[in-house]
């Protein structure tokens, strides 16, 4: 075992990390919040550093490099499409030609993580209305939808840009590939989304226990910080813990399927079950242990709280990513 | 590049270790520690000594095999699993690494060569039964008497102190000394005049132990580390590799029993319970646990041989560890209805026993080895910068 990051990996973590530092406070999620939900500047900035396309393919170990990135956008909430575009990029390379794959650095590329039963049938994709286009399963179709304007915006309570997308409202609808190999390209792009997400949901909910330690540090309550109080403290002490557990987790499945290792897609389902849970734990004590203050708006910890229950259900029932993992570790059902 | 993969050196000993649990690990020895809760058979200690397992990590010349850490890991998660008993094998091993690294050459030199052939095993005298996980506020007395020491106190859950050689005593040599102040560390023979030991069960089926010192007189060349210095050497203890445990190997043998019970029995509609949903819930649970717990326990190796700071990660091990483990042991002796009730055999055969047995052990494991009480404190302080909580 080697936990070591190589020194490319940490370079990188710091200019990202510096980077929205400087251009992705509180005040400007709040703002890009009221403003639809992408920080299009933002993701110019990412992009030029190459966060989400070819040069980290080509580096070494690049699927933790950009885990590594997913988690600090977690951290600081940056409302840009790292994951989607990442996991779409890589399955429109292995399933088109190269001239449909979208050039630019600052393309963005939208993931409809529920397939479509019907042509009018909607669901809910994150980005799809500032993208240059959807990935998708229609049937046992695999989909490329375009247009942008033709999507019903979705209000939501975690201030993300949501569309209610339907293949029958799209301008264009390319068919990438139908049948099994189809289900099972799709099926490898939600499983790496999954996979990213859960160092996003670890990012979301560590930022979120180091703002309530903070927080617990400087306010007072009968004469001590609150810090003091074991109630308010081991809550945010369980949460690291199992938070660290998350990311290990969540690195272990980069890992496994960077060397493609069978084990790769259970792990991407624990490590995104495991992280769901951590982080939305963590962002509920988080936000607790600020008292009132934690419900106003004015205060950051109620961002993480909104964007820890988005990450965690976008893909469905949490509950149904354990029926998944019971499935690939247990004995089938038997037939009644 | 990262890596998840132990060394081949580990890998490689889960065969070893499968092969020895055969020929040792006899039905025998199992109906012994059924019968005994001792978590200790001379027999099997003496074997484990023969493949150098009583001390593992210690270089061959010492009596170890020489294992690095993660094959380490490996040994004792394999041996755990089978539910070998290791209780006395494992406990011995802190003392034994702080005689060989402060005490004296009397000490280690009587001592360590009968613990690596699997001849002696120490019992912990630490707790007290108004100490509790603070063990700065330990009363039991030792006495200088004429170049002797005599002991005069109670100590309690001493873990095979009806059957060790020597107990590792933390006693106040200095009387109106406070906390940490004042306190020394003795290896007391067990056959010294003045001891006697009363058994306490467990609900697990343990065998635990109260130890009365009656003006038990030792010589002073069985101290350990300077006259009122005990402090140092539990601190010493404390940044030992190894002691950052997780409780891997019992649940994962937890997680097979139930697989296995889930299989045999069924709901009162004659579906199998492995069927269900709900169990089905249950035990993927248990393996994103079990599968956390193992990286925990492993980062915590993997930072203390790589000279990182591992106390904060070695607090998180044994608290998720036990934590789940006691949250899982619930929920699939829930899974099991009535079934996981009887008694447990003791063998591997008996799934649903080893699922009821797990949950009665699983008790334990948030209470010994530091509460899970003091594993927050250390995370909330050290992990997050937080004030010391109280």
């Known amino acids: 075992m080697d936990l070591s990051l190589s020194s490319e990996q940490r370079d990188l973590c710091r200019v990202v990390g510096a980077l929205l530092t400087k251009a992705c406070p509180p005040s400007r999620v709040r703002a890009v919040e009221a403003d639809g939900g992408f920080d299009a500047d ?19 170990d690049p699927l933790l490099t950009v ?35 979208p050039r630019a650095d ?70 990438l590939q139908t049948g099994e190999s189809a289900r099972a390209a799709y099926a490898e792009t939600v499983t790496n989304w999954k996979r990213l997400a859960a160092s996003m949901l670890v990012g979301v909910g560590l930022r979120a226990v180091e703002l309530a330690a903070e927080f617990a540090k400087q306010r007072s309550a009968f004469g001590v910080p609150i810090g003091r109080f074991q109630a308010v403290a081991f809550p945010l002490a369980d949460d690291l813990t199992a938070l660290d557990g998350a990311r290990l987790l969540s690195w272990k499945s980069q890992w496994a399927a960077q060397k493609q290792i069978d084990s790769a897609g ?31 708006e004015e205060c950051d910890i109620q961002l993480y709280h909104r964007r820890a229950k988005f990450l965690a259900v976008i893909a469905g029932d949490p509950k149904h990513q354990y029926a998944a993992i019971a499935d690939s570790l247990l004995p089938q059902f038997e037939a009644v | 590049m990262i890596e998840f993969s132990l060394p081949d050196s580990a890998i490689q000993l889960v065969s070893e270790v499968k092969d ?61 699993r089978a539910e070998a008993p290791l209780v006395g094998v494992n406990t011995t091993q802190m003392p034994a690494a702080v005689i060989r690294d402060l005490g004296s050459d009397h000490l280690q030199r009587g001592i360590l060569p009968e613990i690596a052939a699997g001849e002696a095993i120490v019992c912990l005298g630490l707790t007290e039964p108004h100490a509790g996980s603070d063990l700065a506020a330990v009363t039991t007395r030792a006495r200088p008497d004429g170049g002797d020491w005599v002991i005069d106190g109670q100590k309690m859950f001493t873990t095979l102190a009806h059957i060790a050689q020597y107990c590792y005593l933390l006693a106040r040599t200095t009387p109106d000394s406070v906390r940490h102040n004042g306190l020394t560390v003795f290896m007391v023979p067990m056959d010294t005049p003045g001891i006697q030991v009363t058994p306490i069960r467990t609900v697990a089926g343990e065998r635990t132990n109260a130890v009365f010192f009656d003006a038990v007189r030792i010589p002073d060349e069985a101290r350990i580390g300077q006259v009122d210095g005990g402090w140092d050497v539990m601190r010493h203890a404390l940044g030992l590799e190894h002691q950052a445990g997780s409780f891997c190997g019992a ?113 334990g494991t948030s209470i010994y080895g530091g509460t899970s009480e003091i594993m927050r404190g250390l995370i909330a302080e050290h992990g997050l910068g937080l004030p010391k909580a109280r």
């Not at chain 2, 039905?27 to 978590?39: K, Q």
């Open chain 1, 42 to 60: 933002l993701w110019k900035s990412l992009s030029a550093i190459g966060v989400a396309g070819k040069d980290i393919d080509d580096a070494p």
């Open chain 1, 67 to 101: 885990a590594l990135i997913a988690e600090i956008c977690g951290r600081h909430l940056a409302p840009v499409p790292l994951i989607e575009t990442y996991v779409g990029r890589r399955l429109l390379s292995m399933v088109s030609a190269d001239s449909m794959v």
């Open chain 1, 106 to 175: 600052e393309a963005v590329i939208a993931v409809a993580l529920a397939p479509w039963h019907s042509r009018d049938h909607e669901v809910l994709v994150q980005y799809s209305g500032v993208a240059d286009g959807v990935v998708g399963l229609l049937g046992d179709e695999l989909v490329w939808l375009t247009g942008t304007d033709c999507y019903p915006a979705q209000r939501n309570f975690a201030g993300v840009a949501l569309n209610r997308v339907s293949p029958q409202r799209a301008t264009e609808i390319e068919v």
């Open chain 1, 266 to 296: 259970l792990l991407a389902l624990m490590a995104y079950a495991s992280a769901a849970e951590a982080a939305t734990t963590a962002v509920a004590h988080a936000l607790h242990a600020h008292g009132g203050q934690g419900l106003t």
């Open chain 2, 20 to 80: 020895f649990l055969d020929e040792h690990l006899t039905p025998a020895v199992r109906e012994h520690e059924r019968r005994t809760g001792d978590g200790h058979n001379w027999e099997f200690s003496r074997a484990l000594a023969q493949k150098r397992w009583v001390l593992p990590t210690w270089p061959v010349e010492m009596g170890g095999a020489g294992l690095g850490d993660f094959a380490y890991a490996v040994l004792v998660q394999e041996l755990y």
């Open chain 2, 251 to 363: 649940a994962q043998r937890l997680w097979s029993g139930a697989v296995a019970a889930a299989q045999r029995y069924t709901d009162t509609e004659s579906r199998r319970l492995i069927d269900l949903p709900a169990n089905r819930e249950r035990l993927a649970r248990a393996a994103v646990h079990n599968e956390i717990t193992q990286l925990l326990h492993h980062r915590t190796i993997w930072l203390a041989a790589n000279g990182q700071e591992a106390h904060v990660a070695g607090a998180e091990t044994k608290l998720y560890s036990a934590e789940t483990f006691i949250e899982d042991a619930a929920a699939l002796a829930d899974m099991l209805g009535p079934n996981v009730l009887s008694a447990y055999d003791g063998t591997d055969a008996d799934a649903a026993g080893i699922v009821g047995h797990s949950y009665q052990y699983s008790a």
